[in-house]
């Protein structure tokens, strides 16, 4: 199928399908009214549930999701590595310790407009990305091996200080923070949502304006070069939009595990490894998987709501383990 028509179906059938989960999703939950009266406003309580709190969640779960998805294609294209992802590389920790830090200094309220709690997790997830690249890049090449201890190791780092933090929290504090490093996507109103779209959006949009780079950079930096790739400006950015990004998203909704190494994979299995398709596909199916995700949180044993950050940290534990197990056969056959 050629590049442009496989894109074209895959956007279509991305899109209806997220239209779809979202649609389920709005009209999901505890509290169950007619579709009719809940729109119109024939009842007040359903009206009020459906546009200040679900609409605003599948907004949320819209943003998250499609951002961490789009993050970690970006970064599995610079390193090469189908296993990178914010999650794995550190930067989703990174982003948590600079969210609560702000938030327990009293620097939550905002600066100029902006929020202080994601501007730290802005700037913790971009210091650890680049500590991460630097210990992982030996004689000009990136060692895969590095790469993911060097994450894991700053997730441990990362983990032992939020702990260090809580540790001294009162009782409230430290329930709160428990809470959110599992992963929520518990909000009302629109105004994290806007929040976090003027700063995703942005990292967002740079890394599709390079898809066609990050295609080049796939073949070897020299490659790259030679085609006219300027493949630091090609980093940085990358770097950049990524950090910057998920650290919106993260600031929010706490550190939700496995959306950037999961979709991404899943696409790259089904269409290629053409980034011109498979990061704009990503975003689609990823805001899908989360906002999916996010309703099974909620439904599942109602009206206990489950963080949904442990939905898909198990629905990402049990995909890498069958894609471990149909490896080894692949490779015994």
Same mark, same amino acid.
């Given at each position: 199928?050629?590049?442009?028509?496989?894109?074209?179906?895959?956007?279509?059938?991305?899109?209806?399908?997220?239209?779809?989960?979202?649609?389920?999703?709005?009209?999901?939950?505890?509290?169950?009214?007619?579709?009719?009266?809940?729109?119109?406003?024939?009842?007040?309580?359903?009206?009020?549930?459906?546009?200040?709190?679900?609409?605003?969640?599948?907004?949320?779960?819209?943003?998250?999701?499609?951002?961490?998805?789009?993050?970690?294609?970006?970064?599995?294209?610079?390193?090469?590595?189908?296993?990178?992802?914010?999650?794995?590389?550190?930067?989703?920790?990174?982003?948590?310790?600079?969210?609560?830090?702000?938030?327990?200094?009293?620097?939550?309220?905002?600066?100029?407009?902006?929020?202080?709690?994601?501007?730290?997790?802005? +700037?913790?997830?971009?210091?650890?990305?680049?500590?991460?690249?630097?210990?992982?890049?030996?004689?000009?090449?990136?060692?895969?091996?590095?790469?993911?201890?060097?994450?894991?190791?700053?997730?441990?780092?990362?983990?032992?200080?939020?702990?260090?933090?809580?540790?001294?929290?009162?009782?409230?504090?430290?329930?709160?923070?428990?809470?959110?490093?599992?992963?929520?996507?518990?909000?009302?109103?629109?105004?994290?949502?806007?929040?976090?779209?003027?700063?995703?959006?942005?990292?967002?949009?740079?890394?599709?304006?390079?898809?066609?780079?990050?295609?080049?950079?796939?073949?070897?930096?020299?490659?790259?070069?030679?085609?006219? +790739?300027?493949?630091?400006?090609?980093?940085?950015?990358?770097?950049?939009?990524?950090?910057?990004?998920?650290?919106?998203?993260?600031?929010?909704?706490?550190?939700?595990?496995?959306?950037?190494?999961?979709?991404?994979?899943?696409?790259?299995?089904?269409?290629?490894?053409?980034?011109?398709?498979?990061?704009?596909?990503?975003?689609?199916?990823?805001?899908?998987?989360?906002?999916?995700?996010?309703?099974?949180?909620?439904?599942?044993?109602?009206?206990?709501?489950?963080?949904?950050?442990?939905?898909?940290?198990?629905?990402?534990?049990?995909?890498?383990?069958?894609?471990?197990?149909?490896?080894?056969?692949?490779?015994?056959?």
């Amino acid at each position: 199928m050629p590049a442009k028509k496989k894109f074209l179906t895959a956007i279509v059938v991305l899109t209806a399908l997220w239209i779809a989960v979202a649609f389920v999703s709005v009209f999901s939950g505890i509290y169950d009214a007619g579709i009719i009266e809940t729109v119109t406003g024939g009842d007040p309580l359903a009206s009020t549930i459906f546009y200040k709190i679900r609409i605003p969640r599948v907004l949320m779960a819209t943003i998250a999701g499609g951002t961490l998805a789009i993050c970690g294609a970006a970064l599995q294209a610079l390193f090469r590595n189908p296993l990178a992802s914010p999650f794995t590389l550190g930067i989703s920790g990174g982003a948590s310790l600079g969210a609560i830090i702000a938030m327990r200094t009293g620097l939550a309220a905002g600066f100029l407009g902006f929020s202080v709690v994601t501007i730290f997790a802005f +700037v913790f997830s971009l210091l650890t990305m680049l500590f991460v690249y630097s210990v992982s890049r030996v004689g000009g090449i990136v060692a895969t091996g590095r790469l993911l201890l060097a994450g894991v190791v700053m997730n441990f780092l990362y983990s032992a200080f939020i702990l260090f933090v809580q540790f001294f929290s009162n009782f409230t504090e430290s329930l709160q923070t428990l809470r959110w490093i599992m992963g929520s996507l518990d909000i009302v109103g629109y105004g994290e949502v806007w929040r976090t779209l003027l700063f995703a959006l942005p990292g967002c949009l740079l890394l599709l304006s390079i898809t066609k780079e990050m295609n080049l950079f796939g073949l070897g930096d020299d490659v790259a070069s030679s085609l006219g +790739v300027d493949v630091r400006k090609m980093e940085k950015e990358i770097y950049f939009a990524t950090s910057l990004s998920a650290g919106a998203v993260i600031s929010v909704t706490g550190p939700i595990g496995f959306v950037g190494l999961i979709i991404p994979h899943i696409l790259r299995m089904i269409l290629g490894v053409d980034n011109r398709i498979i990061l704009p596909c990503s975003f689609l199916l990823g805001a899908s998987f989360l906002t999916l995700a996010d309703t099974v949180s909620r439904t599942l044993i109602s009206p206990v709501e489950i963080p949904v950050g442990i939905i898909t940290a198990s629905i990402g534990g049990l995909f890498f383990l069958w894609l471990l197990i149909r490896t080894k056969k692949e490779v015994i056959v």
